[in-house]
C-alpha cells in the first residue's frame, strides 16, 4: 500500500471536516445530495463526452495503483539479470532459452526472447522502445481522464451554486426553504473546487509519477538484455544498471 497516498487524502479531508467544526459548523451542512448529484454526476458527463469509454474504464481499474501499487524490485531484476549475463558469457545465449519460460516478468522475458532468436541489438533496441512508447501513450491516457474530470469539476460546482441561487430566488417568499438553497449554492462550490484539488488532479499526478517509475524500470530491463546480448562483463553490467535503481524505487 502507497501509505503517502492514504495519508494524503486522509489529511485533505479531515483538515476541511476539522477546519469547518472548529469555526462552528456542522458535518451534516456540507453533506448535500443535490449538490453531490450536481457536481459529481455532471463532471462525470462531461468527462465521458470528452475521452473514449475505454479510457475511462481503464481509468476506474487503474485508480487502484495510486493506493496500491507495487514496483518491480530494481535488486531483484539486476540480480537476475547478472546471473543470466554469466550464464551467457559462459555458454552463450542459447543457454538462456529454458530460463525464460520461468521469468515472471514479461517485459524482460520478452527482450530475453528477442536476444536469444537471434535479433539485432539495433532491432531489438527499436522493437523494446517502441512498446515502450506505446506503453507510455495508454498510462498518459489514463492520468489525462483525471486531469480532464479535474478541470470540468470547479466549472459544474459554479453551475450548482447558480443553480442553488436560482432555487433561493424562486423561493425568496418563503424563508423557511431559503436555507436550502443558499446551502447547496455554496456546498456544490466546495464538492468543485474540493473534489478537483484534493482527488481529481492530485491522482492524474500520481499516475503520471508512477509511470515514469515505470519507464524508468522498462528502460533498465532494456539495457541490461542489450548489454547481457553484447556479452558485458557482468560488473561493468551492473554498475550500468545502479544508475536507473534511484528513478526506479
Keep these: 500500500m502507497d501509505h503517502a497516498s492514504v495519508i494524503g487524502i486522509l489529511l485533505g479531508v479531515a483538515a476541511i471536516m476539522i477546519g469547518n467544526m472548529i469555526d462552528g459548523g456542522r458535518i451534516d451542512t456540507i453533506l448535500q445530495p443535490t449538490a453531490a448529484l450536481v457536481v459529481f454526476g455532471g463532471t462525470l458527463g462531461a468527462t465521458l463526452l470528452s475521452v473514449p469509454f475505454r479510457d475511462m474504464t481503464k481509468a476506474a481499474e487503474s485508480f487502484f495503483r495510486v493506493f496500491f501499487y507495487r514496483g518491480i524490485d530494481p535488486e531483484e531484476i539486476i540480480r537476475d539479470v547478472l546471473?543470466?549475463?554469466?550464464?551467457?558469457?559462459?555458454?552463450?545465449?542459447?543457454?538462456?532459452?529454458?530460463?525464460?519460460?520461468?521469468?515472471?516478468?514479461?517485459?524482460?522475458?520478452?527482450?530475453?526472447?528477442?536476444?536469444?532468436?537471434?535479433?539485432?541489438?539495433?532491432?531489438?533496441?527499436?522493437?523494446?522502445?517502441?512498446?515502450?512508447?506505446?506503453?507510455?501513450?495508454?498510462?498518459?491516457?489514463?492520468?489525462?481522464?483525471?486531469?480532464?474530470?479535474?478541470?470540468?469539476?470547479?466549472?459544474?460546482?459554479?453551475?450548482?451554486?447558480?443553480?442553488?441561487?436560482?432555487?433561493?430566488?424562486?423561493?425568496?417568499?418563503?424563508?423557511?426553504?431559503?436555507?436550502?438553497?443558499?446551502?447547496?449554492?455554496?456546498?456544490?462550490?466546495?464538492?468543485?473546487?474540493?473534489?478537483?484539488?484534493?482527488?481529481?488532479?492530485?491522482v492524474s499526478k500520481k499516475l503520471i509519477n508512477i509511470l515514469h517509475r515505470d519507464l524508468a524500470m522498462r528502460e533498465m530491463i532494456l539495457e541490461a538484455v542489450l548489454g547481457i546480448q553484447s556479452g558485458m562483463n557482468p560488473h561493468y553490467l551492473e554498475e550500468r544498471l545502479r544508475v536507473f535503481v534511484e528513478h526506479c524505487g
Excluded: C, W
Aim: zero cysteines; a neutral charge.
Design 83 to 202: 546471473r543470466y549475463a554469466i550464464m551467457a558469457r559462459r555458454n552463450g545465449l542459447i543457454v538462456l532459452e529454458s530460463e525464460i519460460t520461468r521469468i515472471t516478468n514479461p517485459l524482460l522475458a520478452k527482450a530475453l526472447k528477442l536476444a536469444v532468436d537471434g535479433t539485432s541489438p539495433a532491432m531489438l533496441r527499436e522493437i523494446m522502445q517502441q512498446e515502450n512508447m506505446t506503453y507510455e501513450e495508454e498510462r498518459r491516457k489514463i492520468a489525462r481522464v483525471y486531469e480532464t474530470a479535474g478541470g470540468f469539476a470547479p466549472t459544474i460546482g459554479i453551475i450548482g451554486a447558480v443553480l442553488g441561487l436560482i432555487h433561493v430566488m424562486d423561493n425568496i417568499t418563503d424563508p423557511s426553504k431559503l436555507g436550502t438553497g443558499i446551502a447547496i449554492a455554496f456546498v456544490a462550490t466546495i464538492y468543485g473546487v474540493g473534489s478537483a484539488n484534493l482527488f481529481l488532479l492530485p
